[in-house]
Nanobody, 117 residues
Framework: QVQLVESGGGLVQPGGSLTLSCSTSGIIFSIYVMGWYRQAPGKQRELVARITTTGGTNYANSVKGRFTISRDNAKNTMYLQMNSLKPEDTAVYYC???????????WGQGTQVTVSD
């Protein structure tokens, strides 16, 4: 059974930091492209950051220079270090594992991040 479990969300003041984790099981983690997505109320889900199997990364323009995605294949876990958080970063953050059609595409249940005074 495939499981992706996000953790690390919460309430933080503007300018603060959070680190999200995505712990996986049931997949061969190292062969999946991993990504963080977010969805704010009333908005579509959007890509925040993605990391390839070889460690290549790409980021949404809105988070470049503030967020860092990483992965630890030995721990089957992906991370998102979020610095200089802004109120507009408030959303539910989802973990995604994307493989080939045969390998499948999986989502976590999401973790809430709220940036507010």
């Amino acid at each position: 059974q495939v499981q992706l479990v996000e953790s690390g969300g919460g309430l933080v003041q503007p300018g603060g930091s959070l680190t999200l984790s995505c712990s996986t099981s049931g997949i061969i983690f190292s062969i999946y492209v991993m990504g963080w997505y977010r969805q704010a109320p009333g908005k579509q889900r959007e890509l925040v950051a993605r990391i390839t199997t070889t460690g290549g990364t790409n980021y949404a323009n809105s988070v470049k220079g503030r967020f860092t995605i990483s992965r630890d294949n030995a721990k089957n876990t992906m991370y998102l270090q979020m610095n200089s958080l802004k109120p507009e970063d408030t959303a539910v953050y989802y973990c995604n594992a994307r493989g080939t059609v045969a390998q499948g595409d999986y989502w976590g249940q999401g973790t809430q991040v709220t940036v507010s005074d």
